[in-house]
Each structure stands twice: as structure tokens, then as C-alpha cells.
């Protein structure tokens, strides 16, 4: 399995307040995003990281940012968590032309 | 824009059997790749298969195998003889490289939940 952890795994917060999610991995690879999977929506790109301080914006990343300090680790932040931000959040990595590989997922509640 | 539908919401199949589950995708882009992606009910994403776009050959692994038709860009995935634990959501992926960004895209369907029945 790749080297790939998140923290935290689950995370109850309440509406208005920040939150960070981290994903952290072993793998060295130069590629890792961020997705936020919802019934009937699949998964969907928050944002992405292709280097050290290289970010950009995926289709839903309206609420959140990123940043991308050192190789191994990818941070996501809720600047101020809505209801609407309750979802499970993945984070993948990946190299060149190969599969992306997933995380364990971020279960958030915000109520 | 690229999109990838999978219209199969829910299907079962029995124990030993063989299911197809069915994944169509758009694009203008010659050069991609596809994937199938599974995810059992602990949540973990993980990669079924993969079949790069200039390749003919449909790929295979083990009990899955891929029925790529390129010029009708369709994608199905084929698992023979069914296990319980081939109980899990299904998803296909579509990934292309962006020459301008020298980045990635990945656009994921909405999957399709699969049961075995014993």
C-alpha cells in the first residue's frame, strides 16, 4: 500500500470555525490533491499540488485553501466550516502518468 | 469538458457469477488513460485496473477485465467469478495530462454500488 496517512480521521466542528486536515506521505511522489466524496456526486477535486508551494484550484474549491510547505505534506483548511462542508475528504497522490492512490479518508461533520 | 458516466447506480449478482458494470466518458483528447477504482465499505479508494488509451489490448487482472471501446469511449469492467468481498463501490476514472499545466486531470463518475449476493 502507498505511504499515504490523514489526520485526523474523524472530526465533529462546529459552523464557523476553522479547520485543518492534514495528508502526509511517505512515497515522494510530486503530484497530491484533495477530494471531497458526496452521495451522487462522486468524488470531486477541491484542489491540487503539483510541487512544493504549486497549488491550484479544483472544481469545488470555493471555502477552502491549501498549502503545500514540503514534499510530504498536503494541508487543507476550512477557513470558516459550513454545513455544506460536511462530507468525507480524501487525499491522493501521484507520480507522472501513474493511478493516483488514496488515503484513508477524513470523515468531517459540521454541525 | 471532459465527463464520465457511470448509469448503473446499484447492481447485485450472485456468488460465482459474472457482472458488467458499465462506465462511458467524453473527450476530444486522443492520448488518456482510464481507470477503474474500488471502494469497499471501510472507505479505502483502491485501484482495480488501468488501461492506457493507445493500447488495443483491453487490460486485465485476475478475475477483472476491461472492455475498452475507444471510438464508442466506453469503458466497462468485467469481474468474473464474484466474491463477497467484490462487494463495494465502483468507480471509473478518466485522467489526461495537461500540456499547458504540466499537471494531471482526473474526473472520477459517480460510481456504482455492487453487491454479491451468496
Known amino acids: 500500500d502507498a505511504g499515504i496517512t490523514q489526520s485526523p480521521r474523524h472530526k465533529v466542528t462546529e459552523t464557523g470555525t476553522p479547520v485543518t486536515l492534514r495528508c502526509h506521505q511517505t512515497e515522494n511522489h510530486r503530484y497530491m490533491y484533495w477530494y471531497r466524496q458526496d452521495p451522487g456526486h462522486g468524488l470531486r477535486l477541491i484542489h491540487y499540488?503539483?510541487?512544493?508551494?504549486?497549488?491550484d484550484k479544483g472544481e469545488v474549491s470555493d471555502g477552502y485553501s491549501v498549502s503545500r510547505s514540503k514534499t510530504e505534506d498536503f494541508l487543507l483548511t476550512l477557513e470558516s466550516a459550513t454545513s455544506s462542508q460536511t462530507s468525507v475528504y480524501f487525499c491522493a497522490i501521484s507520480e507522472s502518468n501513474f493511478p493516483q492512490y488514496f488515503g484513508p479518508g477524513t470523515r468531517l461533520l459540521v454541525l | 469538458a471532459q465527463t464520465v458516466t457511470q448509469s448503473q447506480p446499484e447492481m447485485s449478482v450472485q456468488e460465482a457469477e459474472t457482472v458488467t458494470l458499465s462506465c462511458t466518458y467524453d473527450?476530444?483528447?486522443?492520448?488518456?488513460?482510464l481507470f477503474w477504482y474500488k471502494q469497499p465499505p471501510s472507505r479505502q479508494m483502491i485501484l482495480v485496473i488501468r488501461q492506457e488509451a493507445y493500447k488495443q489490448q483491453n487490460a486485465t487482472e485476475n478475475r477483472f477485465s476491461v472492455n475498452f471501446q475507444k471510438a464508442a469511449k466506453s469503458f466497462s469492467l468485467k469481474i468474473s467469478d464474484s466474491q463477497l468481498g467484490d462487494t463495494a463501490m465502483y468507480f471509473c476514472a478518466f485522467m489526461k495530462h495537461v500540456s499547458t499545466s504540466g499537471t494531471y486531470k482526473y474526473i472520477f463518475g459517480t460510481g456504482t454500488r455492487l453487491k454479491v449476493l451468496a
Open positions: 473527450t476530444s483528447e486522443s492520448n488518456y488513460y
Open positions: 499540488s503539483y510541487g512544493v508551494k504549486d497549488t
